[in-house]
């Protein structure tokens, strides 16, 4: 069965447990609880010494980054219809995963981490460059949902799910992009898959 050292309040865990559980396969969860620092002991270390959340097992198969994860479940669970195995289209759901991780979740982590997570302590300026780097993508996500059912063409993928995790975290500081419709429009059809909803913290 497979580990997933977890924490609901990660982006990165809650996007494998959605495609784990809309593939409906088995596994279990760990928690991590970063609040007291666990994810700093010795213990975890030696897990994953990068000292973050997600870490994976599959016996002796250890992965610590959620896209990596995530491409490795598709294609060893034969999931095509989330991870495409045509050429084009895999591309396009690779560009979109490596849009998310290198473009996005650096805004994200801005203004969540301190709005939400650092209170007092956040950092006003990193809160401010978050904002300002939300304002330039959420018009390139715009566009692109504005021509296409989900984010990397008609079908849902994976790179759905990496976005939806992301989106919902910009909306635990009310950060989500306003005058957006056609981003709104799929934020809502993607909170309604029972796997999203499954991978939400209790709030």
Known sequence: MYQLHHNP???HCRRIISLLEEAKLEYKTIPVNLGEGEHMSPE???INPNH?????SDNELKLHESHAIMRYLCDKNNLDNWYPKNLELRAQTDQWLEWIQCRMSGAVVNIVLNTV???DNGDQAAIIRGHEMMAELSVILEAQLQDNNYIAGDNITIADLALVSNVFQ?????AIPEDKPALRTWYDKMMSLPGVR???PEM
Do not use: H, R, T
């Not at 973050?52 to 994976?56: A, T």
């Not at 910009?170 to 009310?174: H, N, P, Q, T, W």
């Open 9 to 11: 309040y990660s982006q």
């Open 44 to 46: 975890f270390l030696a």
């Open 52 to 56: 973050q959340v997600p870490s994976f």
């Open 117 to 119: 997570f650092m209170g």
């Open 170 to 174: 910009l909306s635990m500081a009310k």
């Open 198 to 200: 499954a991978s939400l």
